[in-house]
T-cell receptor
């Protein structure tokens, strides 16, 4: 595997379910990100981990819970979501300095029923 | 604080014509600037970046962008559009609040007409 991978690619869940999104980067980066992409809205930065410590949490509801066990893996744990949480969730990675740009995974298309 | 404004949510060009996608930014510190492309059902792919040095930056697929500090602009151009260029393009800036914090524009969908 190369680049940034995300699983699953598609997820349909009910409002009472608990699920997790997984992201893995194979680029030797040390910062990882979760973004939410909704139709007709700018890309929203949700969480940033730098050297495995969370450095950004943009007022994201507590029903989204990130986890970064090491510099290569990032999870987003989901529980009791709302229909408005349906979106494309993108994971990205970069070097801490940031000047090289971020590298994105293909995303997980989440639908909450 | 930093922000990005992309003028035009949809741009249509004929195949072979010049592509010009506009981006203006604001930043309280010298910015890093990026253009990304997103094809349907895919993530964002880095097209090119400006950090320091030469203000004309060349990227992949024949795209280039010029950093103009006096105009706070970073417009994306390609001399001749190809059908495969049809996608959504995002301008982004980082710097204020830390270089890990990237602010994206709302995107411009490029349509290429045969």
């Amino acid at each position: 595997e190369t680049g940034v991978t995300q699983t699953p690619r598609h997820l349909v869940m009910g409002m009472t379910n608990k699920k997790s999104l997984k992201c893995e980067q194979h680029l030797g980066h040390n910062a990882m990100y979760w973004y939410k992409q909704s139709a007709k809205k700018p890309l929203e930065l949700m969480f940033v981990y730098s050297l495995e410590e969370r450095v950004e949490n943009n007022s994201v509801p507590s029903r989204f819970s990130p986890e970064c066990p090491n510099s290569s893996h990032l999870f987003l744990h989901l529980h009791t979501l709302q229909p408005e949480d349906s979106a494309l969730y993108l994971c990205a990675s970069s070097r801490v300095a940031g000047g090289q740009g971020q590298f994105f995974g293909p995303g997980t298309r989440l639908t909450v029923l | 604080a930093q922000s990005v404004t992309q003028l035009g949510s949809h741009v249509s060009v004929s195949e072979g014509a010049l592509v010009l996608l506009r981006c203006n930014y604001s930043s309280s510190v010298p910015p890093y600037l990026f253009w990304y492309v997103q094809y349907p059902n895919q993530g964002l792919q880095l097209l090119l970046k400006y950090t320091t040095g030469a203000t004309l930056v060349k990227g992949i697929n024949g795209f280039e962008a010029e950093f103009k500090k006096s105009e706070t602009s970073f417009h994306l151009t390609k001399p001749s559009a190809h059908m495969s260029d049809a996608a959504e393009y995002f301008c982004a800036v980082s710097g204020s609040g830390g270089y890990h914090k990237v602010t994206f524009g709302t995107g411009t969908k490029l349509q290429v007409i045969p």
